[in-house]
């Protein structure tokens, strides 16, 4: 059977981890056909990415866009919907960070971090739901942190994005148990992905990597539909690295 998979953010990280292990899975899965389509503002990676899913059979999309920008996200939705018919799973994955101290931080590194990760996540959201509403399955997956509920000196706009993303999700839940659509919280600690930059070797060996991520999120998915996993919360065995 096929299911047509938006990832956000595919080009990198945890993104691509999912795309590919959702892709993988397709070889190990009997009936699971996933088309995946992929999206992020790089086509460059997400080329990359598609060529890598395609070698394990699975049919791939690409989508250059920035969910920050109205009419990419509609781009997104009715590209999928007029090639596919229909969305069964959202992964909300993109997002940006920006960590300096308090009184660092600037307008547009607030406009930037709004941008995407609340407006894009949630007007994404918002255009997908009906879809699933109408046909009473579906699942939607948001890639938040540990950072939405615990706070970090360096994160404040972050956190304070992702404890947003929180929020919007509680609300979501309301009109999703009605309707059979499924909503999965994933909240993972320090992941080693281009977000952070150059990492030291030291600090490279304590962190978790894209697919110790991305393996918890395609099993939650290929759960019977009577089952949802609410919320994951992924950190590295020894706890979380900032402070
Ligand atoms: N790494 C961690 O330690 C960690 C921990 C907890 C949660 N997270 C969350 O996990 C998610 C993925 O993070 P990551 O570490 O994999 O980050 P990453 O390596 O920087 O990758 C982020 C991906 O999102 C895309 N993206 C960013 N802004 C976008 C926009 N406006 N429109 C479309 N695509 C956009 C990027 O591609 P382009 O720049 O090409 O668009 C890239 O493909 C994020 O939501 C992050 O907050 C990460």
Redesign the pocket.
Known sequence: MKHIIII??????????IALHFAKASTTQSDFEPVLIL????IS??EAVAAECRTSGATVEIIV?????MA?IEQIVNTTVERYGTIDCLI??????RFKPLTELTEDDYEYTM???LK?TFFLTQRVFPIMENKRSGHIFF?????AETAFKSSSL?SMS?FGQNGFIASLRLYAKSCNVRITN???????????GEVPEAMQAV??M?ED?AIPIVNAYLLPQRTSVEELVIRPIGGDIND
């Open positions: 956000t953010g595919a080009g990198k990280g945890i993104g691509r981890a999206t992020s503002r790089t990676d997400l866009a920035d969910i920050a920008k990419d909300n994955n993109a997002g940006v960070g941008a995407t990760n894009g890639i938040t942190s540990i950072a972050y992702k994933v909240m993972p600690g320090a992941v080693l992905t281009p977000m952070w962190m978790m894209p991520i």
